[in-house]
Nanobody
Framework: QVPLVESGGGSVQSGGSLLLSCSSV?????TAWFRQPPGKEREWRAT?????????YSEPVRGRFVISRDDMKENTALLQINNLQPDDTAMYYC???????????????????WGQGTHVTVSS
């Protein structure tokens, strides 16, 4: 599959918001967002399965992160991040797949295609 493409990262001040976008040339049935803070391991943050009304979130970001489909652009997923804090500084990656077999949403192995990432920097 063709890699996903993220956009929308940037530098913001604490308390601000960002809308990240993840576009795909090919159809993806489920999309996730991961992030990797500087010097740390990659962390799963959210997954959305097409047709599922209940997106999944990791507990630390529940209520501040919102994953959704872009109704205006085909094969595009979004991640709205509100009340950004310096700890949110990271490279944000989207990932996806076409057939969901179940299992932990946080497992990177569940996702077949990845993007190159978009960087988010939050200053205090």
């Amino acid at each position: 599959q063709v890699p996903l493409v993220e956009s929308g990262g940037g530098s913001v001040q604490s308390g601000g918001s960002l809308l990240l976008s993840c576009s795909s040339v090919d159809y993806v049935y489920y999309t996730a967002w991961f992030r990797q803070p500087p010097g740390k391991e990659r962390e799963w943050r959210a997954t959305l399965i097409t047709g599922d009304r209940d997106p999944r979130y990791s507990e630390p970001v529940r209520g501040r992160f919102v994953i959704s489909r872009d109704d205006m652009k085909e094969n595009t997923a979004l991640l709205q991040i509100n009340n950004l804090q310096p700890d949110d500084t990271a490279m944000y990656y989207c990932a996806g797949g076409t057939t969901w077999f179940g299992g932990p949403f946080s497992s990177a192995a569940k996702y077949d295609v990845w993007g190159q990432g978009t960087h988010v920097t939050v200053s205090s």
